[in-house]
């Protein structure tokens, strides 16, 4: 079947500007995730949504950014006033609710902030 | 605070070698532990996972191994082949059903025929 699906694959944007990630989950995963890649590193944990309970935004890195969830499944990932350090592949996955560890990953979009 | 060390961070074999990757964990109520490989341009994708009620678990070419005692785990590949060139990350589950996932640096392996 589909897996995650994300887009843009390629955003480049001017320092400043706001930005919109989106991801599909694969059909009937209730958990969503967003991590960040930065060049050469690991994944940092930003977001994640299970159900109808409440997003746990622990790992979001400023005001800047926020997420949404509509109808429990796309997510837009959102950064205002973009900054260079933004600059990174945002990553998304999801889980069967009672697989919940079991996270499937989407190819990611390259954010370039100039 | 939470987090995982992995090493090496690079390895090179030749084919038909094994390889190993080791992290180390600081979460000592931790009880699920994925490792993913990702490829140039793509998403990681998930490999093997082991929880900690058993200490190793093996698909075919690939085993994973769990020490909860040292708060260390292993991945193993036997039979290397070129294709399994790619980076491997080594995480760890935390927070509320352990659902948020703490990733160790990566390992990039190059299997050279």
């Known amino acids: 079947g589909a897996g995650v699906s994300q887009s843009p694959s390629n955003k480049v944007t001017e320092k400043g500007k706001d930005v919109e990630l989106r991801c599909d989950p694969i059909?009937?995963?209730?958990?969503l995730y967003w991590y960040r890649q930065s060049l050469g590193q690991g994944l940092e944990f930003l977001i994640y949504f299970q159900g109808n309970s409440a997003p746990d935004k622990s790992g979001l890195p400023s005001d800047r950014f926020s997420a949404e969830r509509t109808g429990g499944s796309v997510s837009t990932l959102t950064i205002q006033r973009t900054q260079q350090e933004d600059s990174a592949v945002y990553l998304c996955?999801?889980?069967?609710?009672?697989?919940?560890?079991?996270?499937?990953f989407g190819p990611g979009t390259r954010l370039t902030v100039t | 605070g939470e987090n995982v060390e992995q090493h090496p961070s690079t390895l090179s074999v030749q084919e038909g070698d094994s390889a190993v990757i080791k992290c180390t964990y600081s979460d000592s109520a931790s009880n699920y532990f994925p490792w993913y490989k990702q490829e140039l341009g793509k998403g990681p994708q998930l490999i093997i996972d082991i929880r900690s009620n058993v200490g190793e678990k093996k698909d075919q070419r690939i085993a994973v191994t769990l020490n909860k005692t040292a708060k260390h785990f292993s991945l193993h590949i036997t039979e290397t082949q070129p294709e399994d060139s790619a980076v491997y990350f080594c995480?760890?589950?935390?927070?509320?059903?352990?659902?948020?996932?703490?990733f160790g640096t990566g390992t990039r392996l190059l299997v050279s025929p």
């Open positions: 995480a760890m589950g935390t927070g509320t059903g352990f659902q948020k996932l703490v």
């Open positions: 996955a999801s889980s069967l609710a009672n697989r919940g560890n079991e996270q499937y």
């Open positions: 059909s009937g995963h209730t958990a």
